[in-house]
């Protein structure tokens, strides 16, 4: 039997809701093919952007959306992406595939849709392969509205307002696609960008620093040290960026095609987002014991091999129920450290990696994943309820980890929402939910189920929702409290009134 104790009385730290933010790059078919089909496409769309994607990602209240890259990123210029598409010079997406680029999702598109999806956007500048001057004027170009040679040209081009958008990367992996820089050279170089990255009218920019890779403790550490310890306040966020690959980057192991071990495997790989995001969280507070610069966590998510005859410079995988599973595990870990992570970004939302959504033509399937974003929506701006998790242990062989992960939120109405994983594919966890300082014992208990048949059940365009979400109805109200009953493989949202 696992005990779960959730202190019902909030601590006062908030589920920052981008946390259930999203990452798009143009890579393989996310952008093209994936939002973008043009105004002339046979498939419904508004302005060239499909309805149904932005319908379906509205509905798991899509916060933010990343954008342009990740590695593309900082081989971009944003020019080529303005002004009539017929017009916009075409170049090589060297970083994947090797494909032509172009540019007719740019700028005005990319804020036309965080306008459709009612989404923020946080843009990503190029400080790879671009300059001070260019990253400078572009943000001049989107949330300026004097009088000024780049607002000129961003009217010319249809739009008369600023958008005023508030986040911005500088640079992207800058440690290695992104300029492979020193963590001292990159210092100073946020430095210097950041400030040509200015606050015009009505913005207070949300600069967010290019973080380490993985483990790389010290990154962080120059970072804290060299930015907020020099007393300059330009770094409002530090990313982090952390794959699951359950083997060999050379061979990471296939989507849909795995056994036990690489699912324990994979489990145990995304459960050390618990150990980074402490250790970095650790560091960052030797710098900033007020937790005002964020952890941003704007890469995560699983990275298989490529499927079958796809281009492998396009990352096309498939999901099944174990990213689902992987899913569940980071935003319970996200959750848990809401009061240094305030923003995440799944890598990437349609076609790329972990995606929430797949496409074929005019076919959309919705993944494993997205049914995760749905459950866990409840989540979002929420208040924060600690809570402490004994549980069995999941083992094979001599290896073992925690079966039960779990995190828990209060929202403006009194509800209280906790999300619980059971990874043992095997067998059900009995849980006793204990709810600690409430003034008067829980009434009303009902939730919602992701689980399968089989480790590897995922969604086809021949079957949509082979994995899904269902009514659950293991848990129950007595005298004696809740009791829970995860069934194996399976993640839960319970509502409780
Ligand atoms: O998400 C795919 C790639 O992974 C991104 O472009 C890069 O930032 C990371 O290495």
């Known amino acids: 039997m696992s005990k779960i104790t959730i202190n019902t009385q909030s601590d006062g730290v908030k589920i920052d809701r981008h946390i259930y933010g999203h990452f798009s790059e143009h890579l393989g078919h996310c952008i093209y093919g994936g939002y973008w089909v043009g105004e ?50 075409k170049m090589i997406n060297t970083n994947w595939g ?30 790879g392969s671009g300059t001070v001057q260019e990253l400078s004027q572009w943000i001049e170009y989107v949330n300026s509205d004097a009088v000024s040679p780049m607002t000129d040209i961003r009217k010319q081009n249809g739009r008369a307002d600023p958008w005023k958008v508030s986040f911005w990367g500088i640079g992207n992996e800058s440690w290695g696609c992104g300029g492979m820089m020193t963590p001292e050279f990159y210092a100073d170089n946020f430095r210097r960008y950041g400030v040509y990255a200015r606050n015009y009218k009505g913005t207070n920019l949300y600069r967010i620093a290019c973080g380490p890779n993985t483990d790389d403790y010290n990154w962080t550490r120059v970072l804290m040290q060299k930015v907020h310890g020099s007393g300059q306040s330009f770094m409002k966020g530090l990313s982090l960026h952390y794959y699951t690959v359950p083997g060999e980057w050379i061979k990471k192991g296939s989507a849909v095609e795995f056994d036990e071990q690489e699912w324990f495997t994979t489990m145990k790989k ?48 498939q999901n099944t129920l174990r990213d689902a599973l992987v899913a569940s595990l980071h935003l319970n870990i996200f959750n848990n450290y809401a009061e240094r992570v305030r923003m995440a970004n799944i890598a990437q939302t349609i076609n790329v990696l972990q995606a929430v959504i797949l496409t074929q033509d005019e076919k959309m399937i919705l993944t494993p994943t997205y049914h995760v974003f749905d459950m866990y929506k409840v989540h979002q701006d929420a208040q924060r309820l600690p809570l402490t998790v004994e549980c069995d242990s999941y083992t094979i062989g001599s290896d073992t980890l925690p079966a039960v992960s779990a995190s828990a ?47 590897q059940d995922h969604n086809t365009f021949d079957d949509g929702n082979k994995v899904r979400i269902a009514e659950f109805k293991g848990a129950a109200i007595s005298p004696a409290g809740i009791t829970v009953t995860l069934p194996s493989k399976s993640v839960v949202t319970l509502e409780i009134k």
């Not at 899509?62 to 342009?68: G, H, S």
């Open 40 to 89: 002339k496409s046979s498939i419904p769309n508004t302005r060239g952007i499909r309805n149904d994607i932005v319908a379906a990602l509205k509905h798991i209240k899509i916060p933010n959306l990343r954008w342009p890259g990740g590695c593309f990123a900082d081989e971009y210029h944003w020019k080529d992406g303005i002004g009539p598409r017929a017009d916009r010079p």
């Open 98 to 127: 090797g494909v032509t680029e172009d540019n007719s999702f740019g700028t005005h598109e990319f804020l036309d849709l965080c306008d459709q999806l009612g989404c923020e956007p946080y843009i990503c500048g190029n400080v």
């Open 270 to 317: 995304a459960s050390r987002m618990d150990e980074l995001v402490h250790k970095h969280g650790a560091i960052m507070d030797e710098f900033d014991p007020r937790k005002e610069v964020s952890l941003i966590v704007d890469e995560w998510g699983t990275w298989f091999d490529v499927e079958k005859d796809t281009n492998p410079g396009f990352l096309y995988q």
């Open 409 to 455: 939120s209060v929202d403006g109405e009194g509800r209280i929402h906790v999300s619980l994983c059971n990874i043992d594919p095997h067998s059900e966890q009995k849980v006793d939910l204990n709810l600690q300082g409430s003034a008067s014992p829980a009434a009303k208990i009902t939730g919602q189920i992701i689980t399968a048949e089989n480790m």
